[in-house]
């Protein structure tokens, strides 16, 4: 299945194409209901991508799954464009209090706009063949 979309999986470090992989993550019932659906699989997207990362997000360990929020107003914008619902900081803020609960993403507490994928999140490494960046270089 050929399908041109940003935040597919990629087959090859051909960036012009993208081939989908069957969606690989648990489906849990939910606890509470997200404010942003999907958040945390977006963002795990964008760190795949190098058009978004190190520009509006980056690995600081990728071994540990922890990253940066560089743009918040980045993220939004992309969300806005692709999903076509609104996003503001209080939703945000919302989504990631869940994610704490569900324990997919906890936020680093000494500093801001850091956070790690937590116990729960599946498939957030990047697999063999797909760029991804700490910081400004490649890992």
Do not use: M
Request: proline share 7%; with cysteine; charged share 20%.
């Amino acid at each position: 299945l050929n399908v041109t979309n940003p935040f597919a999986r990629r087959q090859s470090n051909n960036y012009a194409e993208a081939t989908l992989i069957p969606n690989s993550f648990n489906s849990k019932p939910q606890i509470n209901k997200e404010p942003l659906p999907g958040l945390w699989i977006f963002l795990c997207s964008l760190l795949h991508n190098p058009s978004f990362n190190p520009n509006i997000l980056s690995w600081d360990s990728l071994e540990d799954g922890v990253f940066r929020i560089h743009s918040l107003q980045g993220i939004y914008s992309v969300w806005k464009s692709l999903k076509k619902t609104p996003i503001n900081y209080q939703l945000f803020t919302e989504t990631l209090k869940i994610y704490e609960k569900r324990k997919l993403l906890h936020s680093i507490s000494s500093i801001s706009t850091v956070y790690r994928f937590g116990v729960n999140c599946v498939d957030w490494k990047p697999h063999e063949g797909e760029i991804s960046w700490a910081g400004k270089r490649p890992v």
